[in-house]
């Protein structure tokens, strides 16, 4: 079952598809024998007794940072979306918060497109090697997780693994959700936990081996009693784990078949996140307190020194709301189609927002999606003349991507072009209130570089000018000004200010 030093474990995709709704992680590429499943075990071990000699006491919240590859192949196509990725982080955190281990994004690479990569990473070894973060927990999020080569005859269907030798987690893409828990059970690996099911994971119990249980299982590993007598040494070595014989033979979330080699029937915990029990309820997942205690020190050993001192405490402010669109909205029309300005309100604790528009309302036609830093609005260059386009926003930030996307807004490009010359002697400019208040004032102020001047210009939205608000003199850094907008009727005008080299644009809207 060991092949080119990645331990992948093949299972029957038959089996795999009827478990839909509440699926546990399926079938992970950490298998059984072989050199590099003895290396897991020799760290585990190692965990343990370091566990021994320096019980843990008292943990403050360890943050692990996270390198997220986002691989589509080479044509750019398959790649998981942001918010995938954005929900995956939100719930493995949730995963992890009772043990105080807490993830962030360091690094989202969301520009990799490789076939090799994608879909048989046995044969893309020195690419990732090169594209690796030696300061984070990279997670590589693929079409096809395939570590080592299949030989003919294999079936099925690799979920996710982890591999020892070059310290990484693939998982792949349909198993990037909130519903899954693939991610956490493969970070267990990485955090040296072996199966519930060590020793039976590619020849779980069936009758055809007997009741009583071989006092070694298929896989040369001692068979873990029921009474735990031989816990230290039999099985994953956890002694608050029970004993599993499984593997990925048992469809459901009560395994009560099996009898230990004293003739006891076993009595496995089917909701411990590194068993591979189907169909148990999402949320009642969980790690033992012991193998708690050994991804503690698995994390505080020599060998994870890179993250411990790479570390940062992300921004942790929580982020309570939703973004609010603010322009274009309710069906306005662009002043053109080349170049569309996006504006949301500002969200506490939002270091990012995940902006996605298209012409479907679904966002499942051909969306276009874009990481905001900083900033609370974004100029779009790419989108079609006379279409119907949808938006929306998601605020986050490196630790905090719970939060939903905005409400969907909704506007209408025409067949107009824009200039997309900008002024360069100006750094920022506003204009206020928007709405117009009832006099039809508007506030302008700027900052500028150096002094120029310009012209005002109010546009409505079939492009038509309908009123020059005349050339002023924009001074060197701050300055304000107050154009007359009176008797306008109610709609979206774009206030236009001209410079021999450039011009710039804002939205105005006259309420009703």
Not at 19 to 28: F, P, S
Not at 316 to 342: E, H, K, M
């Amino acid at each position: 079952m060991l092949r080119a030093g990645i331990l992948l474990l093949f299972s029957l995709w038959a089996v795999l598809s009827v478990q839909a709704q509440h699926r546990h992680h399926g079938y992970c590429g950490n298998g059984e024998g072989g050199e590099w499943d003895a290396m897991l075990t020799e760290r585990l071990l190692r965990n343990k007794q370091a566990l021994e000699d320096q019980p843990v006491q008292f943990r403050s919240t360890i943050y692990v940072p996270l390198r997220i590859h986002m691989v589509a192949n080479s044509s750019g196509f398959g790649r998981v979306t942001h918010a995938q990725v954005l929900d995956q982080l939100c719930k493995l955190n949730e995963d992890f918060a009772d043990m105080d281990v807490q993830f962030y994004i360091k690094g989202l690479n969301d520009n990799i497109n490789n076939n090799g990569i994608y879909t048989t990473q046995y044969s893309a070894g020195l690419v990732m090697n090169n594209l690796r973060d030696a300061t984070a927990l990279n997670i590589w999020i693929v079409d096809v997780a395939a570590g080592s080569q299949p030989s003919p005859g294999d079936l099925g269907v690799t979920l996710g693994y982890y591999s020892p030798t070059r310290d990484w987690v693939v998982i792949r893409r349909d198993e990037v959700n909130s519903s899954s828990v693939t991610l956490s059970h493969e970070i267990g690996h990485f955090f040296s936990l072996k199966h519930t099911h060590n020793g039976w994971d590619s020849t779980p119990w069936s009758p055809t081996i007997g009741n009583p249980a071989p006092v070694n299982s298929p896989g040369g590993v001692p068979t873990e009693r029921q009474d735990g007598s031989n816990c230290n040494t039999a099985g994953d070595y956890i002694c608050d784990t029970p004993p599993d014989y499984n593997g990925f033979g048992f469809n459901g979330c009560n395994y009560n078949i099996a009898q230990d080699p004293t003739g006891a029937f076993i009595n496995p915990d089917e909701q411990l996140f590194m068993s591979y029990f189907l169909n148990c309820v999402r949320n009642d997942y969980y790690f033992s307190p012991t193998q708690q205690n050994l991804m503690i020190a698995d994390y505080n050993s020599t060998a994870r020194n890179y993250l411990r001192t790479s570390a940062v405490t992300p921004n942790l402010t929580q982020i309570t709301s939703a973004a609010t669109p603010v322009s274009p909205i309710n069906n306005d029309f662009t002043p053109g189609y080349n170049i569309v300005n996006f504006q949301w309100a500002a969200v506490t604790g939002a270091d990012f927002y995940l902006l996605e528009t298209d012409v479907s309302a679904a966002f499942n036609s051909n969306p276009t999606r874009v990481v905001v830093s900083g900033a609370t609005s974004h100029t779009m260059t790419t989108l079609l003349a006379n279409r119907t386009y949808y938006w929306r926003v998601r605020p986050y930030n490196a630790y905090r991507t719970c939060a939903p996307f905005s409400a969907t807004a909704q506007f209408r490009t025409n067949n107009m072009t824009v200039s997309a010359d900008n002024i360069e002697e100006l750094n920022q400019w506003s204009v206020f209130p928007n709405p117009l208040a009832e006099d039809g004032r508007i506030q302008v102020q700027l900052q500028a570089a150096q002094g120029f001047e310009g012209r005002f210009l109010l546009y409505d939205v079939a492009g038509r000018m309908v009123r020059s608000m005349g050339s002023h003199r924009i001074s060197g850094g701050y300055t304000q000004l107050e154009l007359d907008a009176g008797g306008l009727l109610p709609g979206v005008y774009t206030l236009t200010l001209e410079h021999e080299n450039g011009r710039e644009l804002r939205r105005i809207t006259v309420a009703k």
